[in-house]
DNA sequence: CCTCCAATGTCAGAAACTGACATCAGCGTA
DNA sequence: TACGCTGATGTCAGTTTCTGACATTGGAGG
């Protein structure tokens, strides 16, 4: 066996998912998380850049699955309908996590440090978007301005399923709700 | 005389912005600027919740330009007709300070965490709208997506204003963007 | 002249982060 | 087998942000 417990990256982020949940972010040192997973505070900041992103997964996977969505799309589609492919191709990386997303979110709905890198994360993902869409041969402002779209639409659909009480098509959903935003905006 | 200077809260946001202009935002300690101010360190955090916030002026007086302008839309306006409105009057806000906006924003887009504050303050901007716009009878999620539009409209429109060499109508490039987001989710 | 108050100062301390260096199980290699 | 290297972790000291508690005092108002 090794000299210590593998995956203490894992254990720190359910560590601290835990410990959120039962005394509130501020009330949680990096201390105590990093005790429950039983590694030292230094090793905490090893894995994540400070105390807010442990509740952060991987950008480039999960911002991966709009742009890999948005490049899949046929040439014929509009830039709209990437985006719209993208939606609906990230509805599927929550399928399951519905329980997991919506404890997540009390705790960021808890704390406004964690909403201000939850925003950014969404500024990051919209970005993303339209580089995917740059590619595509779109160009500015038409890239820029879908992806906002696309981002505002995934953004208020994931409000709406995480909040319910059931599960539901996150997909389906986000189509939903972007063509809400089409009729608003006609 | 008085005891002390007057005017401390301002002597310290310009002592800010004059310090993260010359040495960077990180580079920076909060010592630093109470120290040009004249004043101690636990005075800054009388009037600044934290460093960042010394960037961002009253967001009550600023998101009030938006929401005074939807609230005095005529009773005809459509909800997207509102948000226009609070555009063009967010436009006024900002005559004359196209310098200062500009050296603002480049301190800000050096540096993540002036980011995050920033986005979450957009956030913020956007909630008030779609209370205004509910405080119209205007009902979710009709409200909450053309505050969305609005927000995303300005935000755009801000940066290109911010970054062009010269000074121009901010309020007329908003509604300029505004229109190209129709056309873009059409 | 007295009293109260608002703005500031002083001080101690918790917690978030960082840099530098130490440790050591296990791996590959001679 | 012995040896040396590496990568994950530990240890430790230090800086900076931010907070709570209490002290100070010039000036306004009675």
């Not at 835990?18 to 997973?37: K, S």
């Amino acid at each position: 066996m090794s000299r210590w417990e593998p995956g203490s990256q894992g254990r720190l982020a359910e560590a601290a998912a835990e410990l959120f949940l039962e005394r509130g972010y501020e009330a949680t040192t990096v201390a105590d998380i990093a005790a429950r997973a039983g590694v030292t505070e230094r090793t905490f900041f090893r894995y994540f850049a400070d105390k807010r992103e442990v509740l952060f997964g991987d950008p480039e996977a999960y911002n991966g699955v709009f742009t890999d969505a948005i490049a899949a799309a046929p040439a014929t589609a509009t830039p709209l309908d990437a985006v719209a492919a993208a939606l609906r191709a990230a509805g599927g990386f929550f399928v399951g996590r519905h329980p997991h997303a919506g404890i997540r979110q009390r705790i960021i709905d808890a704390n406004p440090a964690l909403q201000e890198r939850e925003q950014i994360k969404r500024l990051h993902l919209t970005e993303a978007m339209a580089e995917a869409l740059h590619a595509r041969g779109v160009p500015d402002p038409t890239a820029r301005l879908t992806a906002e779209l696309g981002t505002v639409a995934f953004h208020l659909a994931f409000v709406r399923w995480v909040t319910a009480e059931r599960d539901s098509d996150l997909g389906a959903l986000a189509l939903d709700v972007l063509a809400e935003l089409r009729a608003a905006a006609a």
